[in-house]
């Protein structure tokens, strides 16, 4: 995550693709600390045989954490680069994936998930209303839901999700300038409701483990909302 001056705008599954070999070893400041996010609504919460969705599941980082406890997971995403990666981690192959893309109608009936997590996806979705009413659609009533994004206020320091290929040249997968209440509009228009709100800033611990986030101190990089599909 950088800077956007000069990136060259791709298409989003395109980007991912491109980025997929070297997204979990690139010491990404986001990655790092959305996994304090997720760690924080996993804590206290029993998955053990429960069906869980990974709603653009990338390289796996949460399907196989929720795998390993006990969760019977399905991670979807529209990028084969990602997906392949996924798998790799996978050596039990405790996951189910799946390739689709993210905001459009998923290949579930209704009512299959017990609990559904989305990590870093939202940027990328255009319309926000349709993913959330989908993602209601395929839990079930009374389902728990994680949703994380990179927080709005990123954007007033100008930065998206980004990287360099090998050659050196800032790549940006395409990605909409959504703000906090677009997020919860959407959430709640789709009929979920919202359990807590959480914003992660960058600290000291986050730049010692990735350096890059130095420059973020005290700035707000992480949105979560911990929501649920009313009984």
Same mark, same amino acid.
């Given at each position: 995550m950088k800077s956007n001056a000069g990136a060259r705008v791709v298409g989003t599954t395109r980007g991912?693709?491109?980025w997929a070999r070297r997204y979990d070893r690139d010491g990404n400041p986001t990655t790092a600390l959305e996994e304090r996010a997720f760690r924080a609504w996993l804590r206290g919460r029993s998955v053990r045989g429960q069906k869980v969705l990974d709603l653009?599941?990338?390289?796996?980082?949460? $399907?196989v954490t929720l795998a390993r406890r006990g969760a019977r997971v399905v991670g %979807?995403?529209? $990028?084969a680069g990602m997906l392949a990666q996924a798998r790799a981690k996978d050596a039990a192959g405790r996951v189910e994936w799946v390739r689709v893309r993210v905001?459009? /109608? #998923?290949?579930?009936? /209704?009512a299959t998930f017990d609990a559904a997590a989305s990590a870093l996806v939202l940027e990328h979705v255009r319309d926000l209303r349709a993913f959330f009413a989908e993602a209601r659609r395929v839990c079930r009533p009374g389902? /728990?839901?994680? %949703? $994380?994004?990179?927080?709005? /206020?990123?954007l007033l320091r100008g930065s998206q999700a980004s990287f360099r290929d090998r050659a050196g040249r800032k790549i940006r997968p395409r990605g909409y300038p959504h703000r906090t209440r677009d997020? #919860?509009?959407?959430?709640? $228009?789709?009929? #979920? @409701?919202? @359990?807590?709100? @959480?914003e992660l800033a960058a600290d000291a611990r986050l730049a010692r483990a990735a350096p890059r986030a130095a420059k973020w101190l005290g700035w707000?990089?992480?949105l979560s909302l911990h929501l649920r599909r009313p009984r």
């Open positions: 991912y693709d491109l653009g599941c990338g390289t796996g980082r949460h $399907s %979807v995403d529209p $990028s905001g459009a /109608a #998923l290949p579930f009936r /209704a389902a /728990a839901l994680y %949703v $994380s994004a990179m927080h709005p /206020a990123m997020f #919860l509009n959407a959430a709640l $228009s789709a009929g #979920l @409701e919202l @359990e807590r709100l @959480e707000p990089m992480i």
